[in-house]
């Protein structure tokens, strides 16, 4: 099993700002923005790590033709250092070559000129090129190494001094010696000092040859749209991992399919917007009609993560006298399969089939072939009722399977064998009602009708914390990994029916804040964490049963009452947005609805993987589905209770879990009035 630091290590990747700045660089050079990347570089010290191909071969061919101004305007934006304080040697290395390499351009520039007979020009490029002359001269002393065939000299600027001064000499001496014999052919003739453009008598066309050389290889060639390709992979990324909004489908508004000449028109094609700045895009909203009719002839792997499921999918239906009281979806990675796991009253737990709309049990996995189902075993006593499996958890590699039973016993499970790894008897002294596994699988933290919360590391098999401090049940508990820009650690989060939500700290076990936004004044939903305040002292009956933690907007959660709200509470406890069933009569406004019962409560909620939708069930058997980004109510199935229950009347629905990939709830109630259990599936 992974420790934290190997997951960490594995999944982790820290990417220094520089080298943002760096892609942003080869951006701008890419779009012939000069002028903004130079005043980039001149804000950051950063510029480009490279050329693009184009410019690198034209580079090379500037320095055989001994074009230095566009050597040099093109050599201005590229620093191959990433500018950050854990620069490599490599990097280092090659940014003190290419700091010889352009002080040897600049040489070039020099004695061109000079030979050229621009003396006057070329004195005075030397006087304001001598500190970048002396920079490779420092840098070679740095790495140790005087050896470079083509400065031989200590001080190169010093080098280049003499040179000027020699042909110039030589110059005027050839000029007054043909002066005195009339031979003007002979005073023309420009001749340079030896080994004036290397050792060796290396003449110029083969020192422009080696410095366009030397450039190849020490500038690298960067890849062309690179930032634009990783947004890209990253968004695709972040999609797959429900990080991030989904891309939306847009049609445009319906056309008619003749024009006025009585030709066929064609039809707009589908397509996807996306704000990669706000990562949501705001289009026409169509009728859920219109959108299922084209969702139906036109439909990707995309548009299912966002359709909203209105119609009855499938059923699984149990034995008599049995009914489900837990289920959940997970994904096999093992054959990209996204199966159904239920839990009944009588203590099995079955894994379904996602390829027979859910109907029949997996017999790939061979314990159930051999109907060896994983079950919690009865018990000693003959008259006490079979243990009712009431909370379930997968970790995030989907290897494991922790269950808990009503019983207070906490079992883990290898669901490709269906063997037992762990065994937490008597975990807690009440019926575990909630369970969830670390990030890395190591820990698994379980809540108890006892009031307390308490987490088991796997290995040890014993507790390691206590999160205690409910006055009534725990009816869910999270792990919540803080946000990238969180400065927080992880945090524990705890749901009661003493009408309170406790964020912890994950490592110490410490109260960090008490929110009852039942209770809120204003924005505020924090209680006081004085001795003197008790955490009765809010709206009483309120059982909070449902947290729901998001990826966006992060480092938030959902926090769900049995009330006709519903909250979007920061974990800091600002409350943002607030779910409401609207269309209800309140029992203080109505004397006949205590009468006629108050159904208008959620009692069960869910979120979908992309946190677009909140789909809210109320007691009544309506599903609200909410906007999560708006607050505003989307659409509303009024006979969602009726049909998720198969046509029985008056049932409360138990529990609703979202599909993590496509449009598909599944549903049920644990009423123990049906002869026969059933979960609904909705698409």
Known sequence: MSTPKEIKRKWSLDVPASQVINLIQHYLTESGLKKTSTSLLKETNIGSRGLLKHAHTHIMKCCKEGDWGTVLETLSIVTLNDGSENNTNENSAQQHELDKVIAGVHEMAILELADAAEMDLAFATFKMCRDVLDKANVNEEENGSTNNSMISDSVLSESVERKLHAINALRSVRAAAASFASNQSSANALIVPRDYYGPNKISKEERRYDIGKRLGKVIPIIPSSRLLSLCQQAIKWQIHTGDMPMIRDFWHEDVPDRDDDGKKRKKPKQTKQFDLVLGEVNVESVSRDVLNARASTKTSSLSSYERIPLDPYSTIKFGKKTVPTTCMFYTDTNINQTSLITGTSDGFIEVWDSESKFRKLRLDLDYQKKEELMCHDPSDDNDAPLPSILAMAINSEGTMLATGDSYGTVLVWNLQTGQTLVEL????????????????????????????????????????????????????????????????????????????????????????????????????????????????????????????????????????????????????????????????ISADNDPESKVKGYKGDFVCGTISPTNKWLYLISDGGSCVIFDIGTGAVEHKIADFGFETTDGKQGMEITSIVHHPREGILAAFSSSTSQKKGVITLWK
């Open 425 to 584: 008897d008597k975990a807690h002294a009440g019926a575990i009602t909630c369970l969830d596994f670390s990030q890395d699988g190591s820990k698994i933290l379980s809540g108890s009708q006892d009031g307390a919360c308490r987490e088991f590391g796997l290995r040890t098999k014993r507790m390691l914390k206590e999160f205690r401090g409910h006055s009534s049940f725990v009816n869910c508990c999270r792990y919540i990994a803080p946000g990238r820009n969180s400065k927080q650690t992880l945090l524990v989060a705890t749901a009661s029916a003493d009408s309170t939500v406790r964020i912890w700290c994950g490592r110490s076990a410490e109260l960090k804040y008490m929110l009852n936004p039942l209770n809120a004044t204003g924005s505020n939903a924090i209680v006081s964490l004085s001795p003197t305040n008790s955490s009765n002292d809010g709206d009483l009956g309120r059982n909070i049963h449902t947290i729901l933690p998001l990826h966006t907007p992060s480092n938030t959660i959902v926090i769900i009452p049995r009330g006709p709200k519903a909250f979007l509470v920061t974990l800091n406890g600002l409350i943002l947005k607030t779910f409401e069933n609207e269309g209800i």
